[in-house]
C-alpha cells in the first residue's frame, strides 16, 4: 500500500471512530498580505515646549530608535506581539519615559512597575502590577500570559513569578533619575505647603506611560503598555495599565495602548470602548478614538490604536503624547505636540 493509501485508509477509521487526523487539528496560520503598521507612545501629560529636564531633541531620537526596531521587524514579518514587546523594551530601558528606567517615584521614595500584553488572537493576556526588581515588566507580563492560567499577578506574587521565569532582575535604585526624583521633591514640598493627602500629579511628563500596537504581516495584533505609575502614589495604587480593557486592550477589531489618570481610563473602560464603538457603532478606528477620549475631562489623557486592516491613529486631550507611527504604506512620522 502506498503511503498515500495508507493514510486515507487510517483517516478514513479515524473518521469512523469519531476522531480525525492530528494534522487537522492544526490552525492554519493567515497567510501574509505584506501590510503592516506600528504605532507606539511614551506617554501623555503636561509636556511643555520648554522641556527643562530632556530636550525635545532627545525625546524624538528615543522615539526615532524605538520606531525604527518596531519597523525592522514588522518589515521582517515577525509575529505582532514579538513586535510590540521588543519596541516596550526599548522605551522601558529609555530614562526620559515613565516606565521602567525612569519610573515615577511613590510617596515612600521607591519605584512599583506595572505592565500588560494582550493580542487578539482568542482575545489572550497577561499583566503584572506592584513589581519592583524586574528591569522589564513587559516580557513579565507575556510570561503571564504564555506560562500560567492567570491574567494579572501583583506585588510579592509577581517577583516570585519571576523568580521562577529567572527574568532579569534590578535593584529598584536602577530606575532611578534625577528628573523623577525632582518631581517627588516638588511633590512633597505641595502636599507640606497644602497640608493636604492627594495622590499623585499632573506635572511635567507626569504620566509618561509607553506603549505599543501593532498589525503584523498576517493580520494579526497586539498591544503593549507598561508604567512607572504617579508621583507620589500611595497605598500600592495600581492604575489602567495592567488592566486589560482599561488601558490595554487587543481583540479582532483593533488594538489600543492609553496613558492618562489611570483611575478615569479604568472608570471608562477606555482601551475597550475603542474596539466598541468600531463594532456596534461602524466607526472607523480615528472617529472611535477621538470620540472614546471626547468624553473624558481635559488633561485626562489619549491612546493609540490601530484596526485590523492596518489605518491607525491617535487621539488625546492633554497638551502632548509622545508618538510615533509607521507603515507599509510608506507612512512615518514622530511627534509630541498638537502640530
Known sequence: MSKSCWFVAV???MMACGTTPSVSNVPAQPKSDGRWTVVLHGGAGVISRNLSAYPAEGYYAALNAALEEGIRRAKAGEYALDVAE?????LEDEPRFNAGRGAAFTADGTHELDACVMVGDGLRTGAVAGVTTVRHPISLARKVMEQTPHVLLGGIGAEK????MKVERVPNTWFDTDHRRKLLEEWRAEQKASHAARDGQKSESAYGTVGCVVRDTRGRLAAATSTGGLTGKRFGRIGDAPIAGAGNYADSTCAVS???????FIRHGVARE??????YLGESVETAAKSVIGMLD????GLIAVAAD??????????????????????????IWQD
Open 274 to 279: 475603542v474596539s466598541t464603538r468600531m463594532k
Open 298 to 301: 481635559p488633561g485626562d489623557g
Open 11 to 13: 483517516a478514513l477509521v
Open 310 to 335: 492596518g489605518s491607525a491613529t491617535f487621539a488625546f486631550n492633554t497638551e502632548g503624547l509622545y508618538r510615533g507611527i509607521a507603515d507599509s504604506q510608506g507612512r512615518r512620522e514622530t511627534r
Open 258 to 264: 492609553c496613558s492618562g489618570t489611570g483611575e478615569v
Open 161 to 164: 513569578f519571576a523568580d521562577e
Open 86 to 90: 521588543a519596541v516596550v523594551r526599548m
